[in-house]
């Protein structure tokens, strides 16, 4: 009786067990720890109406313009023009910035900066002007991970082959930026730039620290563009190899 009776209970047991479907949480994708700016302008969008341009991003500073001219910030209010020196610098992910305002109706005040940038690149924080007003911005440009593509393995090249020789080329450095002439529009989504390691066919000799670039990617119309080189003043976005 006792050995029936443990069948029995084993089997109720057994019909009562009910699978569950066990889900696995996607993991996280790591932060970026190594964000940067420009060449293109960081524009911000105060939340009292106003739009700063901030120009001379290059990486993780300010400095000045692809030209070698100097950097500068401006903004608009009742449509005259203000305009001022600027300085600044990211940090992990902490973006501080300070602009002295000397020309136009808010000549005299200045601005800190400090913001902190998103996952997906929004720099966004609160700015405080020597009157001691603060107010909130979110930027519509966004900073870019500097990450490097992975290295490809090289393919064999064919034995016997006569050697053929090398067309003028570059090879990116830091992440760059595409216009579509010297100090030029820029060209594709605020998503789209060149990244570092990437070796690219010259279309004629650099010049003015711009190289005319074979760039086959849909963003670019023709196949052809401009990228600031940064060799003359030292940045140096690309080499010529």
């Known amino acids: 009786m006792f050995a029936s009776l443990s ?16 889900t696995v949480a996607p993991v996280a994708s790591a932060a970026c720890n190594d964000w940067v700016l420009g060449p293109a302008n960081l524009i911000l969008h105060q939340d009292n ?9 290059t990486g993780k500073s300010i400095t000045a313009l692809p030209s070698g001219k100097p950097a500068y910030a401006q903004y608009w209010s009742n449509n005259v023009k ?20 000397g020309e136009g109706p808010g000549a005299g005040l200045s601005n800190y900066y400090r913001a902190t940038i998103a996952d997906d ?6 700015t405080t002007n020597s009157q001691n007003v603060s107010n909130g911005f979110t930027s519509e440009t966004k900073a870019k ?3 490097a593509p992975a290295e490809q393995p090289k393919p064999n090249p064919g034995q016997g082959a006569p050697a053929t020789p090398a067309k003028p080329s570059v ?8 216009y ?36 086959p990617d849909q963003e670019v ?5 401009w990228v600031y080189a940064g060799i003359d003043s030292g940045q140096n976005f690309v080499k010529v190899n």
């Not at 209970?9 to 067990?17: G, L, R």
């Not at 119309?221 to 563009?225: D, E, F, R, T």
Request: charged residues 15%; contains cysteine.
């Open 7 to 22: 069948k029995l209970m084993v089997a109720i047991v057994a019909t009562s067990v009910v699978w569950m479907p066990v």
């Open 49 to 57: 109406g106003i739009e700063v341009d901030i120009y001379g991003w």
């Open 82 to 101: 203000t305009t001022g020196s600027v300085s600044g610098h990211i940090n992990g992910n902490v973006v501080e910035i300070n602009a002295n305002w």
């Open 121 to 126: 690149g929004t720099v966004f924080g609160t």
């Open 145 to 147: 991970c500097n990450t």
């Open 171 to 178: 090879t990116v450095l830091q992440n760059s930026d595409v």
């Open 180 to 215: 579509d002439a010297k100090e030029g529009a820029r060209v594709g989504p605020d998503t789209y730039f060149l990244l570092p390691g990437r070796k690219l066919d010259l279309v004629e000799p650099c010049s003015d620290d711009w190289c005319h670039l074979v760039i």
């Open 221 to 225: 119309p023709g196949g052809q563009g």
